[in-house]
């Protein structure tokens, strides 16, 4: 991670310290008691950040002792375990119910809720999430029976595990959160717990306030949260420390930095970190439809079908195969094919959030709003936190012209991504049709501020609503830093740009400033949309100057006092910059909204 690393601060990156032969020994202990419960993908995380230790050895006399001596519970533990594997939940939960262990006890809790969820799960209608009662009904009466043995301390830190998960499938995330962080005080290795927390954590204020134990996996669950909060630039320096102190050779770390930079729109970095992946670990399926996003925005249609291509061969009913293969169908406009995949990854894992979400875009580009509408709302259902299903339902609802839902969905995604200029402009749109003007120009002036993504769309808004509300200087300094950004990035082919040329010609006109009126009228008669309006301009101007040689004044109109005017400073600032006077002007007060505080 070297080169990415210096790409930011040195400082901003936190020492940590790991005592890597204590995590070895700690991970074959935890791994054996995830192992033996059927916490698979505990197990697999485990595992994973264990091989990033391969080069650390674990002396044999740390090998972890039996939980279970021989004996008949062990005998009825190994058939139960065996039946959980094969997901015969409720056979599994009826050998385990009369026995006493820790690790039986949670067999029999684990299954009871495992079977409760994939009867759940086989009787979703469609894609509609609705929960069946006497499904929901078996949760609240284990919720009953864990709420007795939790008060009796008769819970170990694996059940406090399923008692946490318990709540949270029934929406107590009060009650779930403090349980969750019993679990891991009792057991700091356990990931599956800080996972379970991670998503319950909202803010980070909420983060700040929970009681934690200084554990190596603490780290972990911190720059997680801090990716699902977006802060994403905080993640990312952990896991860069993380690295630096031994885990460098970590798949999950490499996985968890690439989708940072996904986040940050840093495509380029993202797409080297996952190609670095698939070098370390070309069979890896996880988080490759998050590539396939960077693929399809980076319209790479040959990478896209070969990545595609890869992932059916290796797995087809996965369900980040079903996402690429959708996101490739969506790039070739094959709208209809690229719903059926994202359908077919929802029957696979009716929760899974990107199919949710990918499919309500793909609902959209069909024009179908109501079950966009339907998709998005299932995504926050399963995540308030995805700002791109809010975001989704604020422009599908501008579809169907409802301004103020648009302006309750948009703000929900702006609180997520504050610093996205996207989530202000559509904000800033929003109370500009609820006529709302002083709060559209806020919005519009901090999209700027943050870096306008989208190519200064944010002041061509800016520069419409000053023009209506007749502040023509500050609407001329908009759409005038419009053109200089614009012009700087290479776009010139923009209709936009045609609008923004006619308004300063026209203003310059009235200023009575030729030249510079001249320079944008001219510019005007390359966009056909204005031309025959220039050509008028251009004719007002050969007549004004006409005038002004006939009564001698041309130095007046043309000459320096125009250059040196404050309005060419505030306007036209490369103008000024070499003439002798300019060090005597007025302070550039480029596009300045005084009276504008935004609030989000």
């Known amino acids: 991670m070297d080169k990415n690393e210096s790409t930011m601060n040195e400082d901003s990156i936190p020492e940590i310290k790991l005592d890597l032969p204590a995590m070895k020994i700690e991970l074959a202990r935890v791994y054996a008691s995830c192992s033996k419960r059927g916490l698979t993908q505990t197990s697999k995380w485990l595992a994973e950040i264990n091989h990033a230790l391969k080069s650390t050895s674990l002396p044999p006399e740390h090998l972890p002792a039996p939980e279970l001596s021989p004996g008949p519970d062990l005998d009825t533990y190994t058939l139960a375990k065996t039946y959980f594997d094969l997901k015969e939940y409720d056979r599994a939960a009826f050998f385990t119910r009369n026995l006493s262990s820790p690790l039986c006890q949670f067999l029999h809790l684990y299954s009871r809720y495992m079977s409760a969820e994939k009867k ?17 009904s078996q949760l609240k009466q284990l919720r009953v029976e864990l709420e007795q043995l939790h008060r009796s301390n008769s819970l170990d830190p694996y059940s406090l595990y399923v008692y946490g998960i318990v709540l949270r499938k029934l929406s107590l995330p009060d009650l779930a959160i403090p349980v969750l962080c019993a679990s891991i005080r009792a057991e700091p290795g356990h990931w599956g717990a800080w996972l379970e927390l991670s998503c319950l954590v909202t803010s980070r ?7 934690l134990p200084e554990h190596w996996c603490r780290h972990i669950f911190l720059a997680h949260t801090y990716l699902e909060l977006q802060q994403n630039e905080q993640a990312v320096e952990i896991y860069f420390g993380l690295s630096k102190a031994g885990l460098a050779d970590s798949t999950y770390i490499m996985a968890q930095v690439a989708i940072a930079f996904h986040n940050m729109r840093q495509v380029d970095q993202a797409v080297t970190y996952f190609k670095q992946l698939g070098e370390v670990d070309p069979y890896r399926l996880d988080n490759l439809d998050t590539y396939s996003n960077l693929l399809y925005v980076k319209e790479q249609r040959v990478e896209l079908a070969h990545l595609a291509h890869r992932t059916n061969m290796i797995d087809k009913y996965r369900t980040e195969t079903c996402c690429v293969i959708g996101n490739y169908y969506s790039l070739r406009s094959q709208h209809e094919k690229a719903v059926v995949y994202f ?28 079950a966009a509408i339907q998709s998005y709302r299932q995504a926050i259902e399963v995540n308030r936190r995805d700002y791109r299903a809010w975001y989704g339902l604020g422009q599908t609802y501008e579809i169907l012209k409802m301004p103020f839902y648009c302006l309750y969905y948009y703000k929900q995604a702006q609180e997520l991504r504050p610093s996205d ?4 402009v559509a904000l800033g749109e929003s109370y500009e049709k609820l006529d709302k003007t002083q709060d559209a120009m806020k919005c519009f002036w901090k999209a700027h501020c943050v ?17 209506r509300t007749n502040d023509t200087d500050q609407a001329a300094a908009a759409y005038n830093q419009y053109i200089i950004e614009t012009e700087a990035q290479g776009i010139t082919d923009r209709d936009e740009q045609s609008g923004a040329y006619k308004y300063l010609a026209s203003y310059y006109l009235k ?27 251009l004719k007002e101007i050969a007549s004004r100057r006409g005038v002004g040689r006939e009564g001698g004044e041309s130095g007046s109109v043309l000459g320096d006092d125009a250059q040196n005017s404050v309005i060419a400073s505030r306007l036209r600032p490369h103008l000024v910059q070499n003439s002798p006077a300019a060090g005597t002007l007025s302070p550039r007060r480029d596009l300045e909204p005084v009276n504008l505080n935004f609030t989000p």
């Open 120 to 136: 759940r799960l086989d009787d979703l209608v469609d894609t509609v999430v609705s929960p069946d009662s006497a499904q929901l």
């Open 205 to 211: 204020d909420k983060l700040a306030q929970l009681d």
């Open 343 to 370: 359908q077919r990854a929802l029957k696979l894992n009716p929760g899974y959030l990107s199919a949710l979400t990918l499919m309500g875009h793909e609902y959209m580009e069909m024009k179908n709003t109501h």
């Open 451 to 467: 870096g306008d993504i989208e190519g200064g769309i944010a002041l061509l808004r800016l520069g419409r609503l000053y023009d």
């Open 421 to 424: 200029s996207r989530m202000l």
């Open 511 to 537: 200023q009575d400033m030729l030249n510079e009126a001249y320079e944008f009228a001219m510019k005007c008669t390359e966009f056909a949309d204005v031309r025959e309006e220039a050509k008028a301009l």
